[in-house]
T-cell receptor, first 114, second 110 residues
Framework: DGGITQSPKYLFRKEGQNVTLSCEQNLNHDAMYWYRQDPGQGLRLIYYSQIVNDFQKGDIAEGYSVSREKKESFPLTVTSAQKNPTAFYLC?????????????FGDGTRLSIL | KNEVEQSPQNLTAQEGEFITINCSYSVGISALHWLQQHPGGGIVSLFMLSSGKKKHGRLIATINIQEKHSSLHITASHPRDSAVYICAARLLQGAQKLVFGQGTRLTINP
């Protein structure tokens, strides 16, 4: 079955470390997105990519970086510059090339600081 | 004030009850999404609508563009409907950004 796979499901980071969250899709979607979810708040867009080798900042890109070298993969790196990285991270993809139109979501990665 | 507001934030009901979750928005939109987030965190898209009403099984979504309001209804609720329900508005302006409500946590007791 087609879908989005995020790994790992739980991730722990020491302060000062960079960590990379994986997102892979086999839906042949052009557009992919990374969201952050905090308790009591709506999802907020970190980065999105409409096509391979191109990506754009979302509302809260500071302290994060991404790459889109392959259509099916859109990894997110949480850098040491992100001061409050503890959150639930969701990856999404869309068949629309238009921005901001996620339709399929992964199961998420929960990141915690040790 | 958030551009998309949901109410209630938490809702507990007994199995079989009719459930209504509300979503109000303060900006012009081209469409509104209803999403379901399971306890494990994964999200499933339930509806995308720009006018009127859509129905899928026991779920019904309505939208009133003039009043800037949408509702999600669940008939004959069941414990397996327990989840967080999220509305998201696709803005008309700019890059047609999706703005998410904070979610409604629904618990259906047997």
């Amino acid at each position: 079955d087609g879908g989005i796979t995020q790994s790992p499901k739980y991730l722990f980071r020491k302060e000062g470390q960079n960590v990379t969250l994986s997102c892979e899709q086999n839906l042949n979607h052009d557009a992919m997105y990374w969201y952050r979810q905090d308790p009591g708040q709506g999802l907020r867009l970190i980065y999105y990519s409409q096509i391979v080798n191109d990506f754009q900042k979302g509302d809260i890109a500071e302290g994060y970086s991404v790459s889109r070298e392959k259509k099916e993969s859109f990894p997110l790196t949480v850098t040491s510059a992100q001061k409050n990285p503890t959150a639930f991270y969701l990856c999404a993809s869309s068949s629309d090339r238009g921005p901001w139109r996620p339709q399929h979501f992964g199961d998420g990665t929960r990141l915690s600081i040790l | 004030k958030n551009e998309v507001e949901q109410s209630p934030q938490n809702l507990t009901a007994q199995e079989g009850e009719f459930i209504t979750i509300n979503c109000s928005y303060s900006v012009g939109i081209s469409a509104l999404h209803w999403l379901q987030q399971h306890p494990g965190g994964g999200i499933v898209s339930l509806f995308m609508l720009s006018s009127g009403k859509k129905k899928h099984g026991r779920l019904i979504a309505t939208i009133n563009i003039q009043e800037k309001h949408s509702s999600l209804h669940i008939t004959a609720s069941h414990p397996r409907d327990s989840a967080v329900y999220i509305c998201a508005a696709r803005l008309l302006q700019g890059a047609q950004k999706l703005v998410f409500g904070q979610g409604t946590r629904l618990t259906i007791n047997p």
